[in-house]
Nanobody
Framework: QVQLVESGGGLVQAGGSLRLSCATSGSIKTIDVMGWYRQAPGKQRELVAYNTISDRIDYADSAKGRFTISRGRDTVFLQMDSLKPEDTAVYYC????????????????WGQGTLGTVSS
């Protein structure tokens, strides 16, 4: 079974850093887009950043200049610097247009989420 596994969340003071990691398990052929979303308490899930297989990268305005996304063939990382209390959220890894070795169909995957808490 193919899935995404995240790690790296935790508690940090404002101005500090966290590095999130996401790895795939299972037999993956290709992943077109890997990215990170977040959901703060009482808010909708929002896109933070994504990185395509052709290395196109984009960030939410709130992340520009502070967060850096990078990826390998089937891994993705999010380096978060200069963190603010409003960055507190559950962060989800996402993979779009995933092709596995067992099917020609494309699927989308979500990780289980990792909590990042920024104290003031």
């Amino acid at each position: 079974q193919v899935q995404l596994v995240e790690s790296g969340g935790g508690l940090v003071q404002a101005g500090g850093s966290l590095r999130l990691s996401c790895a795939t398990s299972g037999s993956i052929k290709t992943i077109d887009v890997m990215g990170w979303y977040r959901q703060a308490p009482g808010k909708q899930r929002e896109l933070v950043a994504y990185n395509t297989i052709s290395d196109r990268i984009d960030y939410a305005d709130s992340a520009k200049g502070r967060f850096t996304i990078s990826r390998g063939r089937d891994t993705v990382f999010l380096q978060m610097d200069s963190l603010k209390p409003e960055d507190t959220a559950v962060y989800y890894c996402n993979a779009k247009r995933v092709q596995t070795t067992s099917s020609y169909r494309y699927i989308e995957l979500w990780g289980q989420g990792t909590l990042g808490t920024v104290s003031s």
